[in-house]
């Protein structure tokens, strides 16, 4: 190790962030950690008196910080929730919830928090899973299928009912009946005002 260094291990993106930067203002060098395979990255080699200064700055802005990312978090929710509504006005206010709470939260790892997506494609593609999993025998049929085989018998009822939430006239009924829709027989009445529709 370099005299004057020490190891910060990874895992507080924020002190690993300030430690780079203020040792980059500094003009000195910051050294990765490797296994001793030279795979994975275990964390870095930064001057010590930076160290020290960092911790002490991550201790007097925790709380700023802390309610900064509430505040970020909330309007990410915020911007999803609008995002849903607008591009599914007749879907139910629970199943929008449980979207959000599901694809749109930090941490979830979900397609509502990737950005390799536009906004309207993962909207899509979290609420097709959600129809999936809460309004299909889709989570009972991969018990006997592989996911593919799965997804493909849920497919037309998954359709029919992101296009009832679109406000869209589904073409026929026919992919609903005969399939265990847990009360989605009904989705086809697209009458109801906006909201109003309530699947169970």
Wanted: aromatic letters at 6%; one cysteine or more; proline letters at 4%.
């Amino acid at each position: 190790m370099p005299q004057g260094y020490c190891f910060v291990s990874k895992g507080d993106v924020y002190i690993t962030r300030q430690c780079r930067a203020k040792s980059k203002e500094s003009r000195r060098m910051v050294y990765k950690v490797y296994d001793k395979k030279g795979q994975r990255v275990l964390g870095i080699r930064v001057p010590e008196d930076i160290w020290q200064k960092v911790l002490v700055l991550s201790k007097e802005t925790k709380e700023a910080r802390a309610a900064a990312t509430i505040s970020r978090d909330s309007k990410f929710l915020d911007q999803g929730r609008e995002l849903l509504e607008k591009q599914y006005p007749l879907m139910p206010g629970e199943d929008i919830e449980s979207v959000l709470q599901h694809a749109f939260c930090k941490g979830s790892g979900r397609v509502g928090r990737t950005a390799t997506h536009s906004d309207g494609h993962k909207a899509r593609l979290a609420v097709e899973a959600h129809i999936r999993h809460e309004h299909t025998p889709y989570d009972h049929l991969l018990k006997d299928n592989d996911r593919l085989s799965a997804r493909r018998q849920v497919r037309n009822t998954v359709q029919t009912i992101l296009k009832v939430w679109k406000g869209e006239k589904p073409e026929t009924q026919e992919s609903l009946v005969g399939r265990e829709t847990r009360g989605a027989a009904s989705l086809c009445d697209n009458t109801v005002e906006p909201r109003a529709l309530e699947i169970s």
